[in-house]
């Protein structure tokens, strides 16, 4: 009987110690995932420069086909619509991205519209007012980027 009653206590000190082992593996397995998984600076910049980038690209691919002008400035401004509600869509944590974030949602609002206006201008002056919003907010564009780009490079 002593021999079983020291088996099961060698058996339950085991058992014991390989439950806290397991349990503080875990639990670093857990603190590794959750570091793990927290989002860095670099992957909020991301979330907002891929969006911001795939529209650029989509808008760029526009000058290459053989459409007409009016086709081309719906295709953008449909292109700039979709951009706009996936950047407003982002859930971003940081304040300056959020402030960045609603700077280009603004920024693809404007061109949208300016895009529609020269799909069918009213008159001259409408035409030369929404070519004139796409150079101010080429301008502005510009230098957003160069914002962003500043923030998201920066430690």
Do not use: W
């Amino acid at each position: 009987m002593n021999r079983f009653v020291t088996c099961h206590a060698r058996l339950t000190h085991l058992s014991v110690s390989r439950l806290i082992g397991l349990l503080i593996t875990g639990l670093g397995l857990v603190s590794l995932l959750v570091s793990g998984c927290s989002e860095t600076k670099v992957d909020r910049c991301n979330k907002l420069v891929v969006l911001a980038n795939q529209a650029s690209q989509d808008i760029q691919a526009l000058e290459t086909q053989n459409s007409p002008p009016t086709a081309k400035f719906q295709a953008a401004a449909d292109i700039l619509d979709r951009a706009t509600k996936s950047i407003q869509a982002l859930q971003l944590n940081d304040p300056t991205l959020q402030g960045f974030q609603q700077q280009l949602v603004e920024l693809y609002s404007r061109d949208r519209d300016s895009n529609r206006s020269l799909i069918n201008p009213t008159n001259a002056q409408a035409l030369r007012q929404a070519t004139g919003q796409l150079q101010a907010n080429h301008a502005t564009q510009t230098q957003l980027v160069q914002a962003i780009n500043a923030y998201c490079q920066a430690p």
